[in-house]
């Protein structure tokens, strides 16, 4: 179910890490919790983001709320398909419905974050 | 049932709600020469008298109110508004007093507003109040802004604030916009703030701390004195989003527990109306150090009477236009007035009472994620009904059938599927038992017949609206063709 090359942070966010850039979304536990996403805020371009610096904002019919970026580095390009089709995050949270890709600072970020296998055991402790 | 048309779509050309006797002197067909006039407003609907009655009378219909329904819409404190208060606010002396009329011939409003200003001080333990604020929302920012001007002054300007995640939703905004950073304190396993939590976070960069207490859980943080203490040993300053003080008014004072800055909403704890019978009020309370910093203009009295002072050089500034929403002070005072000390506890005692019949009635019923006791609201969650494949949303449109307006959905976060429920002191035991009955209802055919519950409400005007298009692809304006 969760793709095993990403990391993934207790606020339920992915990383995908692609040389010195890192692709950034929120998990299918996170999209199925927040129920039909109707909006989402994107950082510009440029942003410098450090760990755990809200990248933007996602509204559901349920709630809104923040997204955090679980490495630090520079906004590089912010996935803009989403403001016309917000329900990506939705159907494909962890592929179309990427939300913000990084000029990455630093690598070993990362090893703060979760492993697949760890986020899915992570997942078991929390109350649905 | 049949949905009402827009009034756009009863309009026929021609129509109209009332004719004028013909004219029996002599016409002047000079006396509007050079005015600005037209015969008609183009796209004006067009309707006869009846038609315009019957079209709002079954719009007022279709409305659910505290006039009409138990409304335990949770955090909002939905109460029943005496109709006294309208009253009092509608009396001619009130109504027709403007609001550039010189001082002297006003003394009678001044003295209401410095009266309420007193009186609400009283009530909280704070020392001065401004009443200017329009709403809730904007007594935080007002609150906010005098922290921010206190600390400035004071050399050492701060940029963090910190607000717990059973705060209310609009303290984050309110925080951000004042251009603060927004950090969270996690709550701990009893649903108040975690100490250790706050003493790690409250350093020397955080302006203040933003608490709502009781909390959205409705859980009194009982730790308050030691909150204010950690916070104000390292610089920072207490807020208090004082919109839950209907569990405490009379009871607690919050300016006497530490806390340095304070917001009330009048819509809420002082009954007067909400939303579409507002509008709000949400006066700011402060403790002297602070009160340099409140918006001008100050109600002064002195020997001369009451006069207004707008020379407050370390005010935030003018924050409203005139002073505030008046009338809705007016009703404020009346309620106070009319209950006396006395009945302002018991005000506290049955809201308190009121929502721990309900928990405990229900306690085995819906899942309390928080045993915690609570004061004035209870937060339940639909994690007993979700096995069944019901969710929080089905069980709140279904007591639309049952005639009770929705509680509060999926707020605050800490609790997935949180249904919050307030029903406050004005609901009678027999209304309380219906409701409980409803809900015992609800959560058996959550078990034995989900669909029912899934398609609910089934008795209303509209049934299961798509909330998700709607938001999605708004459509905010009427865009039909207008009839010629």
Same mark, same amino acid.
């Given at each position: 179910?969760?793709?095993?090359?990403?990391?993934?942070?207790?606020?339920?966010?992915?990383?995908?890490?692609?040389?010195?850039?890192?692709?950034?979304?929120?998990?299918?536990?996170?999209?199925?919790?927040?129920? !039909?996403?109707?909006?989402?805020? *994107?950082?510009?371009?440029?942003?410098?983001?450090?760990?755990?610096?809200?990248?933007?904002?996602?509204?559901?019919?349920?709630?809104?709320?923040?997204?955090?970026?679980?490495?630090?580095?520079?906004?590089?390009?912010?996935?803009?398909?989403?403001?016309?089709?917000?329900?990506?995050?939705?159907?494909?949270?962890?592929?179309?419905?990427?939300?913000?890709?990084?000029?990455?600072? @630093?690598? =070993?970020?990362?090893?703060?974050?979760?492993?697949?296998? @760890?986020?899915?055991?992570? +997942?078991?402790?929390?109350?649905? | 049932?049949?949905?009402?048309?827009?009034?756009?779509?009863?309009?026929?050309?021609?129509?109209?709600?009332?004719?004028?006797?013909?004219?029996?002197?002599?016409?002047?067909?000079?006396?509007?020469?050079?005015?600005?006039?037209?015969?008609?407003?183009?796209?004006?609907?067009?309707?006869? $008298?009846?038609?315009?009655?019957?079209?709002?009378?079954?719009?007022?219909?279709?409305?659910?109110?505290?006039?009409?329904?138990?409304?335990?819409?949770?955090?909002?404190?939905?109460?029943? #508004?005496?109709?006294?208060?309208?009253?009092?606010? =509608?009396?001619?002396?009130?109504?027709?007093?403007?609001?550039?009329?010189?001082?002297?011939?006003?003394?009678?409003? *001044?003295?209401?507003?410095?009266?309420?200003?007193?009186?609400?001080?009283?009530?909280?333990?704070?020392?001065?109040?401004?009443?200017?604020?329009?709403?809730? =929302?904007?007594?935080?920012?007002?609150?906010?802004?005098?922290?921010?001007?206190?600390? $400035?002054?004071?050399?050492?300007?701060?940029?963090?604030?910190?607000?717990?995640?059973?705060?209310?939703?609009?303290?984050?905004?309110?925080?951000?916009?004042?251009?603060?950073? %927004?950090?969270?304190?996690? #709550?701990?396993?009893?649903?108040?703030?975690?100490?250790?939590?706050?003493?790690?976070?409250?350093?020397?960069?955080?302006?203040?701390?933003?608490?709502?207490?009781?909390?959205?859980?409705?859980?009194? $943080?009982?730790?308050?004195?030691?909150?204010?203490?950690?916070?104000?040993?390292?610089?920072? +300053?207490?807020?208090?989003?004082?919109?839950?003080?209907?569990?405490?008014?009379?009871?607690?004072?919050?300016?006497?527990?530490? %806390? @340095?800055?304070?917001?009330?909403?009048?819509?809420?704890?002082?009954?007067?109306?909400?939303?579409?019978?507002?509008?709000?009020?949400?006066?700011?309370? &402060?403790?002297?150090?602070?009160? /340099?910093?409140?918006?001008?203009? &100050?109600?002064?009295?002195?020997?001369?009477?009451? =006069? +207004?002072?707008?020379?407050?050089?370390?005010?935030?500034?003018? %924050?409203?236009?005139?002073?505030?929403?008046?009338?809705?002070?007016?009703?404020?005072?009346?309620?106070?007035?009319?209950?006396?000390?006395?009945?302002?506890?018991?005000?506290?005692?049955?809201?308190?009472?009121?929502?721990?019949?309900?928990?405990?009635?229900?306690?085995?019923?819906?899942?309390?994620?928080?045993?915690?006791?609570? *004061?004035?609201?209870?937060?339940?969650?639909?994690?007993?009904?979700?096995?069944?494949?019901?969710?929080?949303? !089905?069980?709140?449109?279904?007591?639309?059938?049952?005639?009770?307006?929705?509680?509060?959905?999926?707020?605050?976060?800490?609790?997935?599927?949180? *249904?919050?429920?307030?029903?406050?002191?004005?609901?009678?035991?027999?209304?309380?038992?219906?409701?409980?009955?409803?809900?015992?209802?609800? /959560?058996?055919?959550?078990?034995?017949?989900?669909?029912? %519950?899934?398609?609910?409400?089934?008795?209303?005007?509209?049934?299961?609206? @798509?909330?998700?298009?709607?938001?999605?692809?708004?459509?905010?304006?009427?865009?039909?063709?207008?009839?010629?």
């Amino acid at each position: 179910m969760y793709p095993t090359d990403f990391f993934y942070s207790k606020d339920h966010e992915w990383v995908k890490i692609e040389g010195d850039e890192a692709i950034i979304g929120i998990t299918d536990f996170a999209q199925k919790q927040l129920g !039909d996403v109707v909006y989402v805020e *994107l950082p510009p371009v440029g942003t410098e983001l450090d760990v755990h610096q809200t990248i933007g904002v996602v509204e559901s019919v349920k709630a809104v709320s923040d997204i955090y970026s679980p490495v630090a580095g520079r906004v590089i390009a912010v996935n803009e398909n989403l403001n016309d089709s917000p329900e990506m995050l939705n159907s494909d949270p962890h592929g179309k419905g990427w939300i913000i890709r990084l000029k990455i600072k @630093d690598k =070993a970020d990362t090893e703060k974050l979760m492993t697949a296998t @760890d986020y899915e055991k992570f +997942l078991e402790g929390i109350e649905p | 049932m049949i949905r009402e048309p827009l009034i756009f779509e009863i309009s026929a050309r021609g129509k109209r709600a009332f004719v004028l006797p013909k004219l029996d002197v002599p016409e002047d067909k000079d006396l509007l020469k050079g005015l600005p006039l037209r015969d008609e407003i183009r796209g004006f609907p067009e309707v006869s $008298e009846v038609e315009v009655v019957r079209h709002f009378t079954r719009l007022s219909q279709t409305n659910y109110c505290v006039d009409t329904t138990f409304y335990p819409l949770g955090s909002c404190t939905m109460k029943y #508004s005496p109709k006294v208060n309208e009253k009092v606010a =509608a009396m001619e002396s009130f109504l027709f007093s403007h609001p550039y009329a010189p001082e002297e011939l006003v003394q009678g409003n *001044l003295e209401i507003l410095k009266t309420t200003e007193d009186m609400l001080g009283e009530i909280t333990g704070m020392d001065a109040f401004t009443l200017q604020p329009s709403a809730g =929302a904007q007594g935080e920012l007002v609150g906010m802004m005098i922290i921010r001007a206190f600390l $400035e002054k004071r050399g050492d300007a701060r940029q963090v604030v910190l607000i717990p995640d059973s705060a209310h939703g609009t303290n984050p905004s309110s925080a951000h916009i004042c251009g603060y950073r %927004v950090e969270e304190i996690k #709550s701990n396993e009893k649903g108040t703030i975690d100490l250790a939590s706050l003493d790690r976070a409250m350093t020397e960069r955080v302006a203040a701390l933003m608490i709502t207490n009781p909390n959205t859980l409705g859980i009194f $943080e009982s730790d308050i004195l030691k909150i204010a203490e950690i916070v104000h040993a390292r610089g920072g +300053l207490l807020y208090m989003d004082g919109a839950n003080l209907n569990a405490l008014v009379g009871r607690f004072r919050p300016g006497d527990m530490g %806390v @340095d800055v304070i917001h009330l909403n009048l819509h809420k704890t002082f009954s007067t109306p909400h939303g579409g019978g507002g509008p709000g009020a949400g006066p700011v309370g &402060v403790k002297k150090e602070l009160a /340099a910093h409140l918006p001008i203009p &100050v109600i002064v009295k002195s020997e001369q009477g009451y =006069a +207004l002072n707008f020379d407050l050089p370390l005010s935030v500034g003018r %924050v409203r236009s005139f002073f505030g929403n008046f009338l809705v002070i007016v009703k404020a005072l009346a309620y106070v007035l009319s209950l006396g000390p006395e009945g302002l506890k018991e005000v506290a005692d049955v809201a308190v009472l009121n929502a721990n019949y309900i928990r405990k009635s229900l306690e085995n019923v819906y899942h309390l994620k928080y045993t915690t006791s609570t *004061l004035h609201e209870c937060v339940f969650s639909d994690k007993f009904q979700k096995e069944h494949g019901v969710q929080n949303i !089905d069980i709140a449109k279904r007591l639309i059938d049952f005639g009770v307006h929705p509680p509060t959905m999926s707020f605050p976060l800490i609790v997935p599927g949180a *249904l919050m429920i307030e029903p406050t002191e004005t609901e009678s035991k027999r209304d309380l038992d219906t409701f409980i009955e409803a809900m015992k209802k609800i /959560a058996r055919e959550a078990a034995e017949m989900p669909a029912v %519950v899934k398609t609910a409400p089934h008795t209303s005007y509209v049934r299961r609206l @798509d909330e998700t298009t709607a938001a999605r692809n708004p459509i905010l304006r009427w865009e039909g063709k207008i009839k010629e």
